[in-house]
């Protein structure tokens, strides 16, 4: 079947794709032949999985997860292909993000079994993917700012101030994005746009 060939070849889900993987492989190829302007685009695009997520109040998110090196190429024509999967996927809402690895952090211990023979790069580390999650997820509204809310209870919940321009194309989706990103992460963030901007 040749929608297959939408998932990467190192990708486990390519010898047994589950059925989202396979429909989604079949949209994004139905779309490559039948959409011409986007061929191109589209062509040299492959995914590593996909999962459905439950983003609360009802909703439904399908997280396809990309290969880094084609993440680029997938930010090209983003926007307009979340928009034709959702027509077809039409009660979800759909999110790419990278596949990355997290590297345990190095042991100092002469019989640590992970001894790593080279130095764990900075884009491995846990603090690192997190960071690139959250700019997947948003993409392609701009992170502006961070902070940090530490409640009473010690907890801590992350807060990200969004890029007011794009506020209209992506308002409806922020809770998703909030519930995507704690699923994958299990830590808590709130996004939200500049206080006061909208009234100047």
């Given at each position: 079947?040749?929608?297959?060939?939408?998932?990467?070849?190192?990708?486990?889900?390519?010898?047994?794709?589950?059925?989202?993987?396979?429909?989604?492989?079949?949209?994004?190829?139905?779309?490559?032949?039948?959409?011409?302007?986007?061929?191109?685009?589209?062509?040299?695009?492959?995914?590593?999985?996909?999962?459905?997520?439950?983003?609360?109040?009802?909703?439904?998110?399908?997280?396809?997860?990309?290969?880094?090196?084609?993440?680029?190429?997938?930010?090209?024509?983003?926007?307009?292909?979340?928009?034709?999967?959702?027509?077809?996927?039409?009660?979800?809402?759909?999110?790419?993000?990278?596949?990355?690895?997290?590297?345990?952090?190095?042991?100092?211990?002469?019989?640590?079994?992970?001894?790593?023979?080279?130095?764990?790069?900075?884009?491995?580390?846990?603090?690192?993917?997190?960071?690139?999650?959250?700019a997947d997820l948003v993409?392609?509204?701009?992170?502006?700012?961070k902070r940090v809310r530490?409640?009473?209870?010690?907890?801590?919940?992350?807060?990200?101030?969004?890029?007011?321009?794009?506020?209209?194309?992506?308002?409806?989706?922020?809770?998703?994005?909030?519930?995507?990103?704690?699923?994958?992460?299990?830590?808590?963030?709130?996004?939200?746009?500049?206080?006061?901007?909208?009234?100047?």
């Amino acid at each position: 079947m040749a929608a297959l060939n939408k998932i990467a070849p190192n990708s486990p889900s390519r010898q047994s794709p589950s059925e989202l993987e396979t429909n989604i492989a079949t949209a994004i190829y139905d779309l490559e032949t039948n959409t011409s302007d986007m061929r191109g685009a589209l062509r040299p695009l492959q995914f590593v999985s996909a999962r459905e997520i439950e983003a609360g109040h009802g909703k439904k998110a399908i997280v396809i997860f990309v290969p880094v090196p084609v993440l680029t190429g997938f930010h090209k024509v983003q926007q307009r292909l979340t928009r034709e999967l959702e027509k077809k996927f039409s009660d979800r809402q759909v999110i790419f993000l990278a596949s990355r690895r997290i590297l345990p952090r190095p042991k100092r211990s002469n019989r640590s079994r992970t001894t790593q023979t080279q130095k764990r790069p900075r884009s491995r580390t846990l603090t690192a993917v997190h960071d690139a999650l959250l700019a997947d997820l948003v993409y392609p509204v701009e992170i502006v700012g961070k902070r940090v809310r530490t409640k009473e209870d010690g907890s801590k919940l992350l807060k990200c101030i969004l890029d007011e321009k794009e506020r209209g194309g992506v308002d409806h989706r922020l809770d998703t994005y909030s519930e995507v990103y704690r699923r994958l992460t299990g830590r808590g963030v709130a996004f939200e746009f500049p206080i006061g901007s909208a009234e100047f």
